[in-house]
């Protein structure tokens, strides 16, 4: 509910607290940012470059999801946050699903799902009693008060190392989940799918150093028998679906054998600040 996360929000623009009106919420300059009717903010001071998710991957994610393929990734993500009854903030959020995970297991803490996408965050604003969601741009600065967050995820979702220390609370935990290198492995190697960057480890930590420092880190995985349909499924809710014809898709798929059998592998690190001088 927006109501809950609102002391935590601030104006894109001043930086100035925000208040509730019935279909806005405005800051003491003035500056008003709509509230749609599905439920979230648009908190953005500029409009954005990059749309995110449409309303096809955001549907296709949502299907998969809800058949608990990655049920083992929202678990290890409420498994590695430490207990808070603070806020919890998912950058990247899409449909909530994850930032969910975590409230079931903080009942005293409050979720704010941050998104580019529209359809996602459709989703994300009912994900869960405790979760508001808005409008905002990773990029050009999140619409939350300084050292406000307990904990931050990010989940399949890109990384902004000085914009996440500056929101993170001190003592705070960043968790962050990546596709391994052979992540659905199979599902590459038949079918022609974008690989993941072997380099992807190094690239993550270089996105956050100086500002953050490893604790821990893990490879998670589950094996998983899937029918074409969520194959097609999987594959659209990614970023293979930016650059495959949906015709061309179904037809690499239809030789599969079903179920498929693919292999889900993600690692899950979680990182703590850099103190200030060090």
């Known amino acids: 509910m927006l109501a809950d996360v609102l002391p935590y929000l601030r104006c894109p623009l ?5 208040v509730e009106l019935e279909t806005a919420v405005r800051c003491p300059q003035g500056h008003s940012f709509d509230r749609a009717k599905q439920g979230y903010v648009f908190l953005t001071a500029t409009p954005v470059r990059h749309t995110g998710d449409s309303a096809q991957m955001v549907d296709a994610r949502a299907g998969f999801l809800a058949a608990g393929h990655y ?11 430490p207990p808070t009854d603070g806020l919890v903030v998912d950058v990247g ?3 909530g699903y994850h930032l969910a995970a975590v409230l079931d297991t903080n009942r005293e803490a409050v979720g704010l799902a941050v998104d580019v996408s529209k359809p996602a965050l459709r989703r994300a604003a009912r994900a869960h ?13 999140l619409p939350v008060a300084d050292q406000a967050a307990s ?10 190392g000085p914009e996440f220390a500056r929101v993170l609370a001190p003592g705070g935990l960043l968790i962050v989940v990546t596709p391994t290198g052979d992540h659905m492995g199979e599902l590459v190697s038949a079918l022609g799918l974008l690989t993941v960057d072997p380099a992807k480890e190094e690239r993550v930590a270089a996105t956050l ?4 420092v490893e ?3 893990e490879v998670c995985e589950k094996p998983l028998l899937l029918s074409r349909a969520e194959v097609v499924g999987l594959i659209g809710m990614g970023p293979n679906a930016w650059h495959l014809d949906p015709g061309e898709l179904s ?3 239809a030789p599969l054998p079903e179920p498929v059998a693919v292999t889900a592998r993600v690692r899950l690190s979680s990182y703590s600040q850099v103190p200030l001088g060090s």
């Not at 049920?71 to 946050?81: E, H, K, P, S, Y």
């Open 14 to 18: 001043c930086r100035l607290e925000l």
């Open 71 to 81: 049920d083992f990734i929202a678990r290890a993500v409420a498994g590695a946050t």
């Open 93 to 95: 959020a899409g449909t």
């Open 129 to 141: 009693p405790r979760v508001g969601a808005v409008l905002g741009d990773t990029w050009r600065g």
């Open 151 to 160: 904990v931050l995820l990010n989940v399949f979702a890109p990384r902004n």
């Open 209 to 212: 150093a100086p500002w953050f």
């Open 215 to 217: 604790r821990t880190s």
């Open 251 to 253: 037809a690499r798929i």
